[in-house]
């Protein structure tokens, strides 16, 4: 198993440019989930998606801020317009069963720099 | 979900155990207690969980305290290469929150 694949692994954009961020779960993982890390606020929880749907979107920051999970084998992550501040390491990660048995499984990361 | 407290920084020679603490004095008695821990610009990596017994896999140990209020990461025989930040999170629920962990060291 090739584990989470995140792409782009970086991504440099000019304020005001929208981003995708794309992430393709494990295999038979049921729960997705959208991290944020920087070093001023550490490892935050952006969204989560049970059987492709949505659950817990209350750390999206704000309205720029969009994530979708058209089928079980792809999801995104969308800012739009992007700002500095939105400068930071995003992790998709996926799991089978929640918290679960194995735990989370994390991708490689995609570094945004929006200048 | 439980609070945790850790230290935020330790240090270990190579070839001795690693003991990392965590305080979660408000956990509830449904509140699997996590370790992941996060090696430099890469993804977290789950290490092991428990509720309330021990627990011990390939990479480390768990001891809970029989109150169930703090626990302990072991690594029995730390490389440089267990040189990462360490998060003890409690949860219930699907979702993990990740604190500032504990950094950890380990020196030749």
């Known amino acids: 198993d090739a584990g989470v694949i995140q792409s782009p692994r970086h991504e440099v954009t000019e304020m005001g440019q929208e981003v995708t961020l794309r992430c393709k779960p494990i295999?038979?993982?049921?729960?997705l989930f959208w991290y944020r890390q920087t070093m001023m606020r550490g490892l935050e929880l952006l969204i989560y998606f049970n059987n492709n749907v949505p659950i817990d979107d209350s750390g999206m920051p704000e309205d720029r801020f969009s994530a979708k999970m058209p089928n079980a084998s792809f999801s995104t992550l969308k800012i739009q317009p992007s700002e500095p501040r939105d400068s930071a390491v995003y992790f998709c990660?996926?799991?089978?069963?929640?918290?679960?048995?194995?735990?989370?499984?994390f991708g490689s990361g995609t570094r945004l720099t929006v200048v | 979900d439980a609070k945790t407290t850790q230290p935020p920084s330790m240090d270990c020679a190579e070839g001795r155990a690693a003991n990392l603490p965590c305080n979660h004095s408000t956990i509830s008695g449904n509140e699997y207690v996590y370790w992941y821990r996060q090696i430099h610009s890469q993804g977290p990596q789950y290490i092991i969980h428990?509720?309330?017994n021990n627990e011990t896999n390939e990479m480390a140990s768990l001891i809970i305290t029989e109150d169930r209020k703090s626990s302990t990461l072991i690594l029995p025989h730390a490389t440089l290469r267990d040189t990462a930040v360490y998060y003890c999170?409690?949860?219930?629920?699907?979702?993990?929150?990740f604190g500032k962990g504990t950094s950890l060291l380990v020196t030749p």
């Open positions: 295999s038979g993982h049921d729960y």
């Open positions: 999170i409690v949860r219930v629920g699907d979702a993990l929150n």
């Open positions: 990660a996926s799991s089978f069963g929640g918290a679960g048995v194995y735990g989370y499984t």
């Open positions: 428990g509720l309330k």
